[in-house]
């Protein structure tokens, strides 16, 4: 029996070890840094960033990455319901059918300058389907 738990034990734990290092591989290599490692995709200004209406959510808006005002911004919607992007503070405002999307070839022509803008679904911002575009230099 003594055999068995000792196996047992070895076995949990070369299960907890490898799952350590998938969260350690994913924290060291989640979307770049600042110490001259590769951009993952979001992070590569030449590509647009993509935010993805689900039903009653907002994927990659909780906030976004900081995205620079020549950055094209991509909306999708992967639900099956109707909704709506709406960017407080600005004129945009669009409705988007289950496999539509559209694309805003710059932020920068969208909003003001710099900051944070909140973005709804009108018709699901009171089922909590909102979030937040941060805007940079």
Not at 15 to 28: D, K, P
Not at 60 to 80: M, Q, W, Y
Not at 100 to 118: A, K, L, M, Q
């Amino acid at each position: 029996m003594r055999v068995r738990r000792g196996r047992l034990a070895r076995g949990r734990c070369a299960q907890m070890t490898a799952a350590l290092l998938v969260l350690v591989s994913a924290a060291c290599g989640g979307r770049g840094g600042g110490n001259g490692s590769t951009p993952s995709l979001l992070q590569d200004p030449s590509r647009p960033y993509v935010v993805t209406a689900v039903d009653n959510h907002f994927h990659d808006a909780h906030p976004s990455e900081p995205l620079s005002l020549d950055r094209s911004l991509v909306f999708k919607n992967a639900g099956r319901n109707l909704h709506n992007v709406t960017i407080i503070g600005t004129t945009l405002t669009r409705d988007l059918e289950p496999g539509e999307g559209f694309t805003i070839p710059s932020i920068g022509s969208v909003v003001d300058g710099p900051g944070r803008y909140r973005l709804i679904c009108k018709y699901h911002a009171d089922l909590g389907m909102s979030g937040d575009l941060v805007v940079v230099e």
